[in-house]
């Protein structure tokens, strides 16, 4: 019997071995088009890309390119019309409710309950999520200069991005997803922001998309830059690679800002 159990836990240990050895995030032909108020159809097309546990994905495009689209369809709040997806290892399709705990997220959807306390809201919330640490969450909120015992409802723009990140990570993601996080930001809690995100890229079982219009970030974090005009993914790159297209028509040296303009304006001309 004993033997039998230990041939069990093997089993169970090599199989974890087995996911945690694929990417954090797997993504193939994703599809989604639906009407927005006042500009009407609006689609993402065939997106596929993979990004690897330990590296940081910088997310590029204008407002309306589909960034936000993009990441929701990975959340799946918003369901997909076609395409495949994995997420740290786990097939969406089959394994929804798996691959959804090892997910967080830091963006403009705040699911924390306003009338409770920062402290209530990880007692309570981190009930949903089986690795989550109160001790991790109590430090991160110190970390970011949060009271534990202040309201989630009281909470400033910047400070509940700071929150949502002390949350998301103190329940482990495999995949972390952030929609515009640092904008709300002051340069010094900014930098301690990215500081955290680093940090936490080291023990390389986390991918993390960094959905951003504020460029100099990208330049500090990101290993991997994508980005998105009109629902469709322009180039997906490491950075170093991106170096070649920072080069200006005179030889100058282009920000990702000024690329990111120069493309889309190609793009118009098409």
Do not use: W
Request: charged content about 30%.
């Amino acid at each position: 019997m004993q033997q039998q159990t230990q041939i069990i836990e093997k089993s169970l240990e090599e199989k974890e071995a087995e996911r945690l050895a694929k990417p954090a995030l797997k993504v193939q032909g994703l599809e989604k088009s639906f009407f927005r108020f006042g500009s009407g159809k609006f689609a993402v097309k065939d997106i596929s890309f993979t990004l690897e546990r330990g590296y940081m994905l910088g997310l590029i495009g204008r407002n309306g390119a589909g960034k936000s689209t993009l990441l929701r369809l990975i959340l799946q709040s918003l369901p997909r019309k076609r395409g495949t997806m994995e997420i740290a290892g786990y097939d969406v399709a089959t394994h929804t409710t798996e691959a959804k705990k090892l997910i967080g997220y830091v963006g403009e959807d705040f699911h924390f309950l306003s009338k409770d306390t920062l402290r209530e809201n990880g007692r309570v919330l981190g009930m949903f999520y089986p690795e989550f640490s109160m001790e991790r969450y109590l430090e991160l909120l110190n970390r970011f200069e949060l009271g534990a015992e202040k309201m989630a409802g009281e909470l400033s723009k910047g400070e509940t991005t700071r929150a949502q990140l002390a949350f998301a990570l103190a329940h482990k993601p495999e995949l972390l997803l952030l929609d515009e996080p640092t904008g709300g930001l002051d340069p010094l809690v900014r930098q301690e922001f990215l500081h955290v995100l680093q940090s936490e890229l080291m023990d390389e079982r986390m991918g993390i998309i960094f959905s951003t219009h504020i460029t100099e970030d990208l330049d500090k974090v990101a290993d991997y830059v994508a980005m998105m005009e009109k629902g469709r993914l322009l180039f997906y790159e490491s950075k170093e690679d991106l170096l070649e297209r920072l080069v200006g028509e005179n030889g100058e040296r282009l920000t990702l800002k000024q690329l990111m303009v120069k493309l889309c304006r190609e793009g118009e001309k098409k």
